[in-house]
């Protein structure tokens, strides 16, 4: 959570700084700051709200220097209002901090007792006061690091500049990303490439427990102890372009939109020809390792945990191992019984996600291999696992995730193929199959995103509905713990999502005149070398939830096969799907959802890329 932002070289930074900013809103947008050198002394800017609110107030602003630093906030301690909104000058101290000190409260006790005033709520602040105490006793910023960083417990990005020192600014790193920007004759410091991506490629990624120095001329990395170390400059491909609007109203609408692509990019590679066979050129584990694990791990946040859910449905089916989903905030606390039998996967859209970087450092201290799914390049994440299988979704700038979580299900259909055939459940006639169904499915997505206006009309009739359940079997049951989650975050709408049969286990008590079910059912395309299409069974089940809601007076969306007539005399309204096979209906179902939601968002003028209280990288516990 929180964007940051730093700048030094030759040029005007106001630009500079709000332009990253921009790009950065997205992990948080409480309040916004940036602070400037002019002639030596911080000038520190800051506003309540979004960064409009600071883009009117420097309108007027000109800057002379050509060194800052910016923030935008997504609060954790105190409230979102300017007093805590960063930069936090103290002396000659300016610095903004992205991630929670947890023992700020007895370094709190202390400054107070050094009659130190403390004016905001935040940890950060307390931080700029320890730093400003080091330099004034003489330290450089640079020796402050080594006096100050091991004084501190939690997660945090800094970056930090002295007025004592007004051609320098420090970044550090532990456990809150952050990672350098090379330019010639400038340099920067970001908590996400994508704030830097449009002005260098050149990128150098910090570790835990390291910092950086940045002068125009130069970066230095050291480690906690002071140590100059080396570092290597990678150069990031993702261009600009993909990462704006394209004439799309909003980022989410675009990355909809994008799906087809990005799955047919993040299959791209993954197939060997030849063979006509899935082969994810990225799996480095050999045969005899996959084939070698007993069962499977996986945990995950929100969507990415979702996508999980269904993964364990594909691996079960394809590759008969067993396995566990759970989220990442529980699993890392519940003393999981695993051991290097088990092969953990991680999923995540960010590669920064806090509870799942812990959940991985957890099973990587108990001895299991781990793999992660992640879509941001040398994310943490990916940097931390054995192996790293990439979604090529490309940059999802919307809070709300859609084209990240598709192609996630994509790589673990392609993964548990790659199970399935080490462990010989899947003979390679039957991989053949899965992979040309594969190969269809971006045609398939493309077909329903046509439903695009159906679904909007829809999204208008219920719009001022005030309660929604989702539910589905099977692999779809996932499928309706997203829909409801898309939509309660971008629409502020309440909706849960349950497996169909649960309903009649509780759940049913709520169903009334006013509350809308959105069924989803699907008669799957039957194998033909993988046995029937249980899910024929399924649906008829959903026909009978669905009911007993009728019989309660609930109306009901519902999407069904095309073909298939069951459920029109008891849906208000039916959306009808291609025919697909059991593994690509949660995919293809995925999409009317994430339509709906956009839509209803859109009708009850919410912020659809920014939802309230949201951010789009989490990371803090
Ligand atoms: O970056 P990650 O995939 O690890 O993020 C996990 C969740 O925070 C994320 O999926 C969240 O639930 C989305 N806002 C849902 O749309």
């Not at 906690?224 to 980022?251: C, F, M």
């Not at 791209?268 to 045969?287: P, Y």
């Not at 519940?334 to 957890?362: F, H, Y």
């Amino acid at each position: 959570m929180c964007g940051i932002i730093g700048y030094v070289g030759s040029q005007n930074p106001k630009d500079i700084l709000l332009d990253g900013l921009k790009r950065l809103e997205y992990r948080g947008y409480d309040s916004a700051g940036v602070a400037v050198f002019e002639n030596g002394k911080s000038q520190v800017y800051r506003c309540e709200g979004r960064l409009e609110n600071l883009e009117r107030r420097l309108k007027e602003v000109q800057f002379a220097g050509h060194i800052g630093i910016g923030h935008t906030r997504w609060a954790t301690h105190g409230a979102p209002n300017e007093t805590n909104a960063h930069p936090h000058k103290i002396g000659a101290i300016t610095l903004v901090h992205n991630g929670i000190i947890e023992n700020y409260i007895d370094h709190k006790e202390k400054l107070l007792k050094m009659g130190r005033s403390i004016a905001s709520d935040t940890d950060s602040e307390i931080v700029a006061h320890l730093f400003d105490i080091e330099v004034t006793r003489g330290l450089t910023l640079l020796q402050a690091m080594n006096t100050v960083l091991p004084t501190l417990r939690g997660s945090y990005a800094f970056v930090v500049m002295s007025e004592k020192e007004p051609e320098l600014l420090i970044g550090v790193r532990n456990g809150a990303p952050l990672l350098l920007g090379v330019g010639e004759g400038e340099n920067y410091v970001a908590s996400d490439a994508q704030a830097v991506l449009h002005r260098t490629r050149q990128i150098v990624y910090l570790e835990d427990h390291q910092f950086a120095a940045l002068t125009r001329e130069k970066i230095s990395v050291f480690n906690d102890r002071g140590e100059p170390l080396n570092h290597t400059v990678k150069r990031i491909d993702w261009s600009p372009e993909q990462a704006e609007k394209l004439g799309y109203r909003h980022y989410m609408l675009k990355e909809i939109h994008e799906q087809a692509n990005a799955i047919t990019n993040t299959i791209d590679g993954n197939i060997d020809h030849k063979r006509g066979v899935i082969a994810c050129s990225e799996l480095a584990f050999t045969r005899d390792v996959l084939a070698s694990f007993k069962r499977i791990a996986i945990t995950a946040c929100g969507t990415a945990r979702h996508a999980g859910l269904i993964g364990k449905s594909y691996f079960e089916r394809f590759a008969r191992i067993p396995v566990e989903v759970d989220y990442a905030s529980e699993f890392r606390y519940r003393n999981p019984v695993i051991d290097s039998s088990t092969l953990l996967i991680t999923i995540s859209q960010s590669g920064e996600t806090a509870d799942t970087l812990a959940a991985l450092r957890e099973a990587k201290g108990l001895g299991s291999k781990t793999l992660s799914i992640c879509n941001v390049r040398d994310s943490t994440l990916a940097r931390e696992s054995d192996v790293v299988l990439y979604t090529n979704a490309g940059p999802e700038i919307g809070v709300a995730s859609t084209k990240a979580f598709t192609t996630q299900l994509v790589v673990l259909y392609m993964l548990s193929v790659e199970v399935g055939l080490a462990r010989k459940t899947l003979t390679e006639a039957e991989a053949k199959e899965l992979t040309s169904d594969l190969v269809r499915l971006p045609m398939l997505v493309e077909s329903v995103l046509q439903k695009e206006d159906e679904l909007e009309k829809i999204a208008i009739e219920y719009q001022a509905d005030p309660s929604f359940f989702f539910i589905g079997r099977g692999c779809l049951y996932p499928v309706a713990l997203e829909g409801a989650l898309k939509l309660k975050e971008i629409s502020y709408i309440h909706a849960e999502g349950y497996a169909a049969g649960e309903l009649k286990h509780g759940p049913i008590a709520l169903i009334d005149r006013s509350t809308v079910t959105i069924a989803l059912a699907s008669v799957d395309t039957p194998y033909s070398h993988l046995g029937t299409a249980y899910t024929t069974v399924l649906h008829e089940k959903v026909v009978s939830n669905i009911q007993e809601v009728r019989a309660r007076g609930g109306r009901v969306i519902s999407l069904v096969t095309e073909g298939n007539s069951h459920f029109d005399p008891i849906s208000q309204h039916v959306v009808r799907m291609p025919r697909a096979t059991w593994a690509m209906s949660p995919i293809l179902y995925t999409i009317p959802l994430q339509l709906f939601a956009y839509y209803v968002a859109l009708q009850r003028g919410t912020d659809v890329d920014k939802p309230r209280n949201l951010a789009k990288s989490v990371t803090v516990e």
